[in-house]
């Protein structure tokens, strides 16, 4: 059982939560208890995204969130991680997420960190006081969707943010000392906006240096019609090839401290895993090795799986 994720364990003992399917989460809460705070997503308008479509964004009242809680608790069972679902829980009041942590810490006692989805735009709502309040409660970390540092490409996938937004949200947490997980989407601008989208979003990571950082590959659930449909202007698909290039020049430009980074979702054709600066000639040899179809890369009915 240790190898096992905590819901793995739960379930096989009594499952007592019972979730508002789909259910999404950061590879890395894989061993986590997932505690669905909120429903769906407040924004809900990314062309890219599918994952709360069907979905209405509805705020859990505290008294539901407590009794799963409470059900936790019961089992006695060393829960070590909390993910606050779904993927807007941090448009909650600082007040809200407080009294939530605060019953974790209370009933689960052996927890060490509390995480979330985040938009850059909700960490703006919030004062540096407020996020400090929030960090010593037990939230650590958040995970913030930057999608792209290009604020053209924001603004053609309906993202609602911009360099700026985020740069100030990124450097709020970072001086409330809440851990930031960024993640870049390769592909978003299509191939007439893949430079500038690849150099922005480096430039953008750069100058608030996360501590964790990572990249996905636009995947077309609904079909790329669906998505050409939602895309506030003409794109241009990219061929296997053009999306490992526009990686490269995204890592190229990267200068960053001491991050871990990671191309390990699915949807990647490559598997990079390591720390940038140290691992970013590597990380570049790589890919020039995959480009050249001199390194092996994950066959396209194998991405998303």
């Known amino acids: 059982m240790r190898n096992e994720s905590i819901y793995q364990q739960i379930k096989k003992m009594y499952l007592p939560i019972e979730y508002n399917q789909p259910l999404f989460r950061p590879p890395s809460e894989a061993k986590s208890l997932i505690l669905q705070v909120t429903i769906g997503c407040s924004n809900n308008e990314c062309a890219f995204c599918e994952m709360y479509k069907s979905k ?13 809680i409470n059900k936790v608790s019961a089992l006695n069972i060393p829960v070590r991680k909390v993910f606050l679902a779904d993927g807007d829980a941090f448009v909650l009041s600082s007040k809200r997420l407080i009294r939530i942590a605060k019953e974790i810490k209370e009933k ?7 995480s979330a989805y985040a938009l850059p735009s909700n960490i703006n709502t919030k004062t540096i006081e407020e996020l400090i309040n929030l960090k010593k409660a037990g939230i650590e970390m958040l995970y913030v969707g930057v999608e792209s540092g290009d604020d053209n490409v924001l603004d053609m996938v309906s993202k609602g943010e911009t360099f700026n937004s985020t740069k100030t949200a990124l450097l709020k947490l970072k001086k409330a ?15 007439a906006f893949s430079r500038q989208h690849a150099i922005n979003s480096a430039k953008l990571i750069n100058e608030t ?19 050409k449909s939602q895309f506030k202007g003409s794109y241009i698909e990219m061929n296997t090839k053009e ?45 020039n090795e995959a480009i050249k179809g001199e390194r092996k890369i994950r066959p396209e009915w194998m991405r998303g799986l």
């Not at 490992?244 to 895993?273: G, P, T």
């Open 56 to 68: 209405k964004f509805t705020v859990r009242k505290f008294e539901e969130i407590q009794k799963e």
């Open 108 to 114: 689960l006692p052996t927890v060490q960190r509390i």
């Open 177 to 191: 000392g809440i851990k930031a997980s960024v993640m870049i989407l390769i592909g978003l601008g299509g191939g």
């Open 209 to 227: 240096q996360p501590e964790f950082a990572s990249t996905l590959v636009l995947t077309f659930y609904a079909g790329i019609e669906h998505f």
């Open 243 to 287: 999306l490992l290039e526009e990686l490269r020049l995204f890592i190229q430009n990267l200068e960053l401290e001491n991050a871990v980074f990671r191309s390990d979702h699915a949807s990647n054709y490559l598997v990079l895993k390591g720390k940038l600066g140290a691992d970013k000639e590597l990380f570049l040899q790589q890919l």
